[in-house]
């Protein structure tokens, strides 16, 4: 709710919102599983918690690629403010370089910005990694538990690097 710009603000509101959904639904599933309750559809409370939290995820990851794209487009002006100021006519040029110059232009800014704003890969890396249990929980990609559990620990690792450094979290503007 305190981010100045809407697209952070509707996502990170909706993505807490879906959160909460799945948090509720997790606390029913345990109070199935404890046995306070007996009369719980475990499966279809299961598929709402990985419904929601697989939203959570699509709207973290959509809030992160917001950000990525404002850290694309301002490198991209610096870039163009530094190639004004010097000038340069580049040498050689094939027809070649022109089919693959936006793709190379494309990943050199997508590198340089993540380089420079490493809670941004960080939180990227972690949602991506996270999407990968829902996505199979759902029916919507099936892939074998070791990728799962892979994309599991890379994520926590990622977790446990913003507690260590808290610098690393992402910030709302």
Request: aromatic share 10%; with cysteine; glycine share 6%.
């Amino acid at each position: 709710m305190h981010a100045t710009d809407l697209v952070p603000r509707v996502c990170l509101t909706l993505a807490n919102v879906n959160r909460v959904i799945y948090f509720i639904c997790d606390t029913v599933l345990w109070v199935r599983s404890v046995g306070l309750a007996s009369g719980i559809n475990k499966e279809k409370w299961r598929m709402w918690a990985a419904r929601h939290y697989y939203y959570c995820l699509l709207l973290s990851l959509a809030r992160d690629l917001y950000e990525l794209s404002l850290q694309m487009d301002q490198a991209a002006r610096d870039r163009a403010r530094r190639e004004q100021s010097l000038s340069q006519e580049p040498l050689g040029y094939s027809v070649a370089d022109e089919e693959t110059e936006w793709l190379q232009s494309f990943l050199l800014l997508l590198f340089r910005s993540l380089k420079k704003h490493p809670p941004l890969l960080l939180d990227t890396v972690k949602n991506f990694c996270d999407l990968l249990n829902p996505l199979d929980q759902l029916g919507i990609y099936k892939s074998n538990l070791g990728i799962i559990g892979l994309g599991g620990l890379v994520s926590s690792i990622a977790g446990i690097v913003v507690v260590a450094y808290p610098q690393m979290k992402l910030r709302v503007r």
